[in-house]
């Protein structure tokens, strides 16, 4: 069965980077798009940018294209989000989505990983 | 961005129940809406694509409705695992937007 692993919290300081991973099983991994979608304590849910596991193209939302930066290992079938420049205003949790239609840039969030917490204190 | 609009943004209901929540977009989608239930301190689950129906292993109680800007989320009898907080999500166009919420108590 389809499974998105992600790596453990992070604690980070203002302007520190971090960079969280989402390993996938149970499939082909380079047919299905992938997105990321942060949720802020206690708050909504933010789409953040997707990823072709194909080709390693990805695209952005506007409000993360200067320090957001997407990639994939497909030896390892394992997505990274690298998020640099980071503020207090970062802290939230961050998923891994996968699209429910292959080779399609879908925005049907059907399997996500388990969250990965991303603290930003001094 | 397309935004989304959900009412309530919080409902207390009875075992047995029929529950509705409204969405509202700010332009019209046709029928690119999904609906996602997320329990308490788990990830989002997709319930419902609005244009091709009801996901695997959900349960019948659940259904989705509306096209165009105006969309509903019916849960028939609610169950005490319903308890959790419903979003909408476009899938019309990027950026997908997310509406702001509405939890369910029991």
């Known amino acids: 069965q389809v499974q998105l692993v992600q790596s453990g919290a992070a604690v980070k300081k203002p302007g520190a980077s971090v960079r969280v991973s989402c390993k996938a099983s149970?499939?082909?991994?380079?047919?299905?798009?992938f997105h990321w979608v942060r949720q802020a304590p206690g708050q909504g849910l933010e789409w953040m940018g997707l990823?072709?596991?194909?080709?390693?193209?990805?695209t952005y939302a506007q409000k993360f294209q200067d320090r957001l930066t997407m990639t994939r290992d497909t030896s390892t079938s394992t997505l990274y989000m690298d998020l640099s420049s980071l503020i207090s205003e970062d802290t939230a949790i961050y998923y891994c989505?996968?699209?429910?239609?292959?080779?399609?840039?879908?925005?049907?969030?059907?399997?996500w990983g388990q969250g990965t917490l991303v603290t930003v204190s001094s | 961005d397309i935004q989304m609009t959900q009412s309530p943004s919080s409902l207390s209901a009875f075992v047995g129940d029929r529950v509705a929540i409204t969405c509202r977009a700010s332009?019209?989608?046709?029928?690119?809406l999904n609906w996602y239930q997320q329990r308490p301190g788990k990830a989002p689950k997709l319930l419902i694509i609005?244009?091709?129906g009801l996901r695997s292993g959900v349960p019948s109680r659940f259904s989705g409705s509306g096209s165009g800007t105006d969309f509903t989320l019916t849960i028939n009898s609610l169950q005490p695992e319903d308890l959790a907080t419903y979003y909408c999500?476009?899938?019309?166009?990027?950026?997908?937007?997310f509406g702001q919420g509405t939890k369910v108590e029991i």
């Open positions: 989505a996968r699209v429910a239609t292959s080779a399609s840039v879908d925005k049907d969030f059907d399997y």
């Open positions: 149970g499939y082909t991994f380079t047919t299905f798009f």
């Open positions: 990823i072709d596991p194909s080709g390693g193209s990805a």
């Open positions: 332009q019209t989608i046709n029928r690119n």
């Open positions: 609005t244009h091709s």
């Open positions: 999500q476009q899938s019309y166009s990027l950026p997908p937007t």
